[in-house]
Nanobody
């Protein structure tokens, strides 16, 4: 199984920037899609950004143009650069990954424990 550990959350003023990082470890053949979801108090968990093994990206409309996702396949890491942060970006951010344990095997889904991002208005 894949273990995901996030870092980089914190408190920032509106308009500021933060960078989140997630490192994947454990036993797997290949990391496929990896990325970030978030969950604000009282709301459902929602997609923020994903990047495929071919580096194709997918962003939520609410973060398009402000957030940038990137991955390092050699290090098995994924980063989220968040610029021009807004109060409504406040949430717990979760790292997400789909991997295969064997060539041609079924995909597995893993989640990190989350890191808090708080944007003050």
């Amino acid at each position: 199984q894949v273990q995901l550990v996030e870092s980089g959350g914190g408190l920032v003023q509106a308009g500021g920037s933060l960078r989140l990082s997630c490192a994947a470890s454990g036993s797997f053949f290949r990391l496929n899609t990896i990325g970030w979801y978030r969950q604000a108090p009282g709301k459902q968990r929602e997609l923020v950004a994903l990047v495929s093994s071919a580096s194709r990206t997918n962003y939520a409309d609410s973060v398009m143009g402000r957030f940038t996702i990137s991955r390092d396949n050699a290090k098995n890491t994924v980063d989220l650069q968040m610029n021009r942060l807004k109060f409504e970006d406040t949430a717990v951010y979760y790292c997400y990954a789909r991997d295969q344990s064997l060539p041609g095997g079924a995909e597995r889904t893993s989640w990190g424990r989350g890191t808090q991002v708080t944007v003050s208005s």
